[in-house]
């Protein structure tokens, strides 16, 4: 079974930085991108940061230099470091993670998603 267990959302004022961290359970035979995702009220779900297994990475055009994504492939576990946060930065983030399960082809994944709220 899989899961992907997000933390280190919650409030936050303007200007200021939050760490965000999903580790996936062990189910996974290979993972190949992770990645970070946000829905805010009213809107679609958009990218936020994505990163390969080799540390390639790529950012939503809103990020800005602000954000940064990073991995720890030993733990599964990927870390979004969000800095200079606004109101704007205000969204439910959600956990991705495209990889293969033992007997299963390669599919996304996503986790429960975790609050950020950017107080101005």
């Known amino acids: 079974q899989v899961q992907l267990v997000e933390s280190g959302g919650g409030l936050v004022q303007a200007g200021g930085s939050l760490r965000l961290s999903c580790a996936a359970s062990?189910?996974?035979?290979?993972?190949?991108?992770m990645g970070w995702y946000r829905q805010a009220p009213g809107k679609q779900r958009e990218l936020v940061a994505t990163?390969?297994?080799?540390?390639?990475?790529g950012y939503g055009d809103f990020v800005k230099g602000r954000f940064t994504i990073s991995r720890d492939n030993a733990k599964d576990t990927v870390y979004l470091q969000m800095n200079s946060l606004n109101s704007e930065d205000t969204a439910d983030y959600y956990c991705?993670?495209?990889?293969?399960?033992?007997?299963?082809?390669?599919?996304?994944?996503w986790g429960q998603g975790t609050q950020v709220t950017v107080s101005s």
């Open positions: 991705n993670v495209r990889g293969r399960l033992l007997g299963v082809g390669v599919k996304d994944y």
């Open positions: 062990r189910s996974f035979v290979t993972i190949n991108v």
């Open positions: 990163i390969t297994s080799g540390g390639s990475t």
